[in-house]
């Protein structure tokens, strides 16, 4: 009997790990996309790309990329609670038997460089997407087959609280992430990085290696460290000291459309404020609010604060523009893979001071320019002290506290109750909490 109840012991303890390890997997894909729905919709599109996949336009691809956010965040928290337990485990499985095989694909093939499974919070190869497909799969078959030893579920009556809260928890972060900007920033034109200094990448550093010779013996000496004129110089070579590395951000380049001449340098350069109108494609671009943009632009001449816009529509798109518009500021051209990271809006504003970037906004929420301009970067205090940008820490707890709420509340609701019997049998399945 001992070794029996051991076992079982052992088996509920394993089951409920790697429930704990999934859940929590899921609500980080889920959470890292959702931030970031139209990140998602261009991982989408490189995978239609790929695949020659023409039938789905950018609009339903974004409707797909939301709702699969969603999907992943929800079927995550309801894990982590165990609400829903019989549909949940089996919808994870389902997901694991079909993507593990796809991920293989990917690693053997190589198509693209990134899965894009976790946004552009982690960038991860193809192989390592496997190995970690491989491994959730592993658990998730643990916990399919050992649903019923699920410990600390929601129960039925209140898993209603979970259900209503995750929706609107992830629906939130959605819509304001697509109605402005998202609400986190995972890429290097995040408000408070310092492009100036992620543009410059090092150069492999070498030191001189000289060969001398005396009383035929043959010895190695730095450039520092040379002998006397008793000894003769024979050769010399260099040794790489330090690989050099690539620049962080290696894209960021504007261009004059009479010459080409790149003035992302200048523009880094500058040790005041710049301000960057980016619109990815002026014809898609909203309207609505383009007197903000011509306001700013004013504002920008008054005060001598360098004002320009980049977009990669081409030069007929920029006078129709100019036409809809009225713009007088300087429109230059700029890759649009470039423009996408910098911004999601469509035209979005970007404000540089000394290199590093203070603000970034959608048109529509952009705030007065009194008010922009008086952002500025502080070294050593975080980015919600020196923006007002909630972090990762906010949301989390935003998360967090009122799931621990919801299990307080269930726990004082009748969920100390004492069973009739001390443990279920393992042939008798608890519907409290199954579909």
Same mark, same amino acid.
């Given at each position: 009997?001992?070794?029996?109840?051991?076992?079982?012991?052992?088996?509920?303890?394993?089951?409920?790990?790697?429930? =704990?390890?999934?859940?929590?997997?899921?609500?980080?894909?889920? *959470?890292?996309?959702?931030?970031?729905?139209?990140?998602?919709?261009?991982?989408? !599109?490189?995978?239609?790309?790929?695949?020659?996949?023409?039938?789905?336009?950018?609009?339903?691809?974004?409707? /797909?990329?939301?709702?699969?956010?969603?999907?992943?965040?929800?079927?995550?928290?309801?894990?982590?609670?165990?609400?829903?337990?019989?549909?949940?485990?089996?919808?994870?499985?389902?997901?694991?038997?079909?993507?593990?095989?796809?991920?293989?694909?990917?690693?053997?093939?190589?198509? %693209?460089?990134?899965?894009?499974?976790?946004?552009?919070?982690?960038? %991860?190869?193809?192989?390592?997407?496997?190995?970690k497909n491989l491994f959730l799969f592993a658990l998730a078959l643990i916990v399919f087959m050992g649903r019923r030893r699920f410990i600390c579920?929601?129960?039925?009556?209140?898993?209603?609280?979970?259900?209503?809260?995750?929706?609107?928890?992830?629906? *939130?972060? @959605?819509?304001?992430?697509?109605?402005?900007?998202?609400?986190?920033?995972?890429?290097?034109?995040?408000?408070?990085?310092?492009?100036?200094?992620?543009?410059?990448?090092?150069?492999?550093?070498?030191?001189?290696?000289?060969?001398?010779?005396?009383?035929?013996?043959?010895?190695? /000496?730095? !450039?520092?460290?040379?002998?006397?004129?008793?000894?003769?110089? =024979?050769?010399?070579?260099? @040794?790489?000291?330090?690989?050099?590395?690539?620049?962080?951000?290696?894209?960021?380049?504007?261009?004059?459309?009479?010459?080409?001449?790149?003035?992302?340098?200048?523009?880094?350069?500058?040790?005041? *404020?710049?301000?960057?109108?980016?619109?990815?494609?002026?014809?898609?671009?909203? #309207?609505?609010?383009?007197?903000?943009?011509?306001?700013? *632009?004013?504002?920008?001449?008054?005060?001598?604060?360098?004002?320009?816009?980049?977009?990669?529509?081409?030069?007929?798109?920029? !006078?129709?523009?100019?036409?809809?518009?009225?713009?007088?500021?300087?429109?230059?051209?700029?890759?649009?893979?470039?423009?996408?990271?910098?911004?999601?809006?469509?035209?979005? #504003?970007?404000?540089?001071?000394?290199? #590093?970037?203070?603000?970034?906004?959608?048109?529509?929420? %952009?705030?007065?320019?009194?008010?922009?301009?008086?952002?500025?970067?502080?070294?050593?205090?975080?980015?919600?002290?020196? /923006?007002?940008?909630?972090?990762?820490r906010f949301w989390l707890l935003v998360l967090i506290v009122p799931l621990v709420f919801i299990s307080l509340v269930d726990i004082?609701?009748?969920?100390?109750?004492?069973?009739?019997?001390?443990? =279920?049998?393992?042939?008798?399945?608890?519907?409290?909490?199954?579909?």
């Amino acid at each position: 009997m001992g070794s029996r109840s051991k076992k079982s012991v052992f088996y509920t303890v394993s089951t409920n790990i790697s429930r =704990v390890v999934l859940a929590l997997v899921m609500v980080l894909s889920g *959470f890292v996309k959702a931030v970031d729905p139209k990140g998602t919709m261009y991982k989408l !599109q490189e995978y239609t790309n790929v695949f020659s996949i023409e039938a789905f336009s950018d609009d339903w691809l974004l409707f /797909f990329a939301i709702v699969l956010a969603a999907m992943e965040f929800l079927i995550g928290v309801f894990l982590l609670m165990g609400v829903y337990r019989k549909f949940i485990v089996t919808v994870v499985l389902l997901v694991f038997v079909l993507f593990t095989p796809f991920t293989l694909y990917m690693t053997v093939a190589n198509p %693209m460089a990134d899965c894009g499974c976790f946004g552009d919070a982690f960038k %991860m190869p193809n192989w390592l997407s496997f190995l970690k497909n491989l491994f959730l799969f592993a658990l998730a078959l643990i916990v399919f087959m050992g649903r019923r030893r699920f410990i600390c579920n929601i129960t039925a009556k209140n898993r209603w609280m979970v259900t209503l809260f995750a929706v609107a928890y992830v629906a *939130f972060i @959605e819509g304001i992430s697509l109605s402005f900007v998202p609400v986190l920033d995972f890429r290097n034109y995040a408000v408070g990085n310092n492009l100036r200094e992620l543009v410059q990448g090092k150069n492999d550093v070498y030191r001189a290696v000289l060969t001398y010779e005396k009383d035929g013996v043959q010895r190695e /000496f730095a !450039q520092d460290s040379l002998p006397d004129e008793t000894w003769s110089f =024979v050769d010399g070579r260099s @040794e790489l000291v330090a690989k050099g590395e690539a620049p962080v951000v290696g894209d960021f380049s504007i261009l004059e459309w009479s010459n080409d001449y790149d003035i992302a340098e200048d523009v880094l350069a500058d040790t005041g *404020f710049v301000c960057i109108v980016v619109s990815e494609m002026l014809e898609d671009a909203s #309207v609505g609010r383009v007197d903000k943009i011509n306001d700013l *632009f004013d504002y920008s001449q008054e005060y001598g604060i360098s004002f320009l816009a980049a977009t990669s529509s081409d030069e007929d798109e920029i !006078q129709l523009w100019r036409k809809r518009t009225g713009a007088e500021y300087p429109i230059y051209w700029a890759d649009n893979m470039m423009l996408r990271a910098i911004t999601r809006a469509n035209p979005g #504003v970007m404000l540089l001071k000394d290199g #590093v970037v203070v603000g970034k906004w959608n048109v529509e929420n %952009m705030p007065d320019e009194t008010d922009m301009f008086s952002l500025d970067a502080v070294e050593g205090r975080s980015r919600a002290e020196v /923006f007002g940008i909630p972090g990762l820490r906010f949301w989390l707890l935003v998360l967090i506290v009122p799931l621990v709420f919801i299990s307080l509340v269930d726990i004082l609701t009748g969920r100390k109750k004492k069973e009739k019997k001390a443990e =279920v049998p393992e042939n008798t399945e608890n519907t409290n909490n199954d579909i």
